[in-house]
């Protein structure tokens, strides 16, 4: 069973910097895509960024400029660089994987950014 690992979440101020991590129990390129994900109390789980298997990066809007994804195959980790973090960027953050047609999902962390 394939399992995914975040860490790296914690207390910020606004403004500030965070890197999340998601290690990966597998060697990740057997995954179609990879990607991180964001819930709000109180709202839907939404899509923050993805990468292909290719490397191909997306955001949300909201992130662009200020959110970079990656991944370190040999680690078989991804990352979520976040800078320039705002009050509104606080959630617990998820890390998905796509592997055939099943969706892989980490037990989230969370990154609260206070004003």
């Known amino acids: 069973q394939v399992a995914l690992v975040e860490s790296g979440g914690g207390l910020v101020q606004a403004g500030g910097s965070l890197r999340l991590s998601c290690a990966a129990s597998?060697?990740?390129?057997?995954?179609?895509?990879m990607g991180w994900y964001r819930q709000a109390p109180g709202k839907q789980r939404d899509l923050v960024a993805s990468i292909s298997s290719g490397g191909t990066p997306n955001y949300a809007d909201s992130v662009k400029g200020r959110f970079t994804i990656s991944t370190n195959n040999a680690q078989d980790t991804m990352y979520l660089d976040m800078t320039s973090l705002k009050p509104e960027d606080t959630a617990v953050y998820y890390c998905s994987a796509r592997i055939f047609s099943v969706n892989l999902w980490g037990q989230g962390t969370q990154v609260t950014v206070s004003s």
């Open positions: 597998t060697t990740i390129s057997r995954f179609n895509n």
